[in-house]
């Protein structure tokens, strides 16, 4: 069946504008995380969606990054005013539940601020 | 705090022999424990996952990890290692009792080189 999939694939965006990024999940999936993959800090959780429950974005580095997912299925990520050190690839994940649930990964957007 | 550790940056092995790509984690409550792969340019594929009963558990593509309470580890294993495992191997761990939302708290990754 059909996997997680984002896009942009690529992104190039000037520093200071906005910026979205999408993410299908798998269907039926309730769970859907998002995180970045930098050289620098490795793998690291930005926000988690999980039914109807408030999401969790305990790990949204700054109020520049926020998030929706709409009618539980589609998320979008957004980053205002876009910096340099944003530049990164950004996963999406989905899962069937949480806990004990693999979560499985998108490809990516690779992000790059000049 | 919940960590998760990859001692080595590369690991290196030749094709046929058997591989072992190390994690340590820690965490306040019950591990459900997760090893990744990512080939270049592409997203993370899952491998195994230990959440509770046999120490030992099977995955994809001859992969195994072994849990060991005791040593807070568990390590990735493959008896016979192919050119084609080369890739970043990412171990991850989500901390159930610790009230976690359900992100996976990631090591750093270990690169695999395989040669022939």
């Known amino acids: 069946g059909a996997g997680v999939s984002q896009s942009p694939s690529n992104k190039v965006t000037e520093k200071g504008k906005d910026v979205e990024l999408r993410c299908d999940p798998i269907s039926g999936h309730t769970a859907l995380y998002w995180y970045r993959q930098s050289l620098g800090q490795g793998l690291e959780f930005l926000i988690y969606?999980?039914?109807?429950?408030?999401?969790?974005k305990s790990g949204l580095p700054s109020d520049r990054f926020s998030a929706e997912r709409t009618g539980g299925s589609v998320s979008t990520l957004t980053i205002q005013r876009t910096q340099q050190e944003d530049s990164a690839v950004y996963l999406c994940a989905s899962s069937p539940g949480w806990a004990n649930y693999e979560q499985y990964f998108g490809p990516g957007t690779r992000l790059t601020v000049t | 705090a919940q960590s998760v550790a990859q001692p080595e940056d590369q690991v290196n092995v030749a094709e046929g022999n058997p591989l072992t790509v190390k994690c340590t984690y820690s965490?306040?409550?019950?591990?459900?424990l997760f090893w990744y792969v990512q080939y270049p340019n592409r997203g993370l594929q899952f491998l195994l996952k230990y959440i509770t009963g046999d120490n030992l558990v099977k995955g994809s593509y001859g992969f195994e990890a072994e849990f060991n309470k005791s040593q807070t580890s568990f390590h990735l294993k493959k008896p016979s290692a192919l050119v084609s495992d080369s890739a970043l191997y990412f171990c991850a761990v989500r901390d159930y009792d610790g009230g976690s939302q359900g992100n996976l708290i990631f090591g750093k990754g270990t690169k695999l080189s395989v040669k022939p």
């Open positions: 965490v306040s409550g019950n591990p459900y």
């Open positions: 969606f999980q039914g109807n429950s408030a999401p969790d």
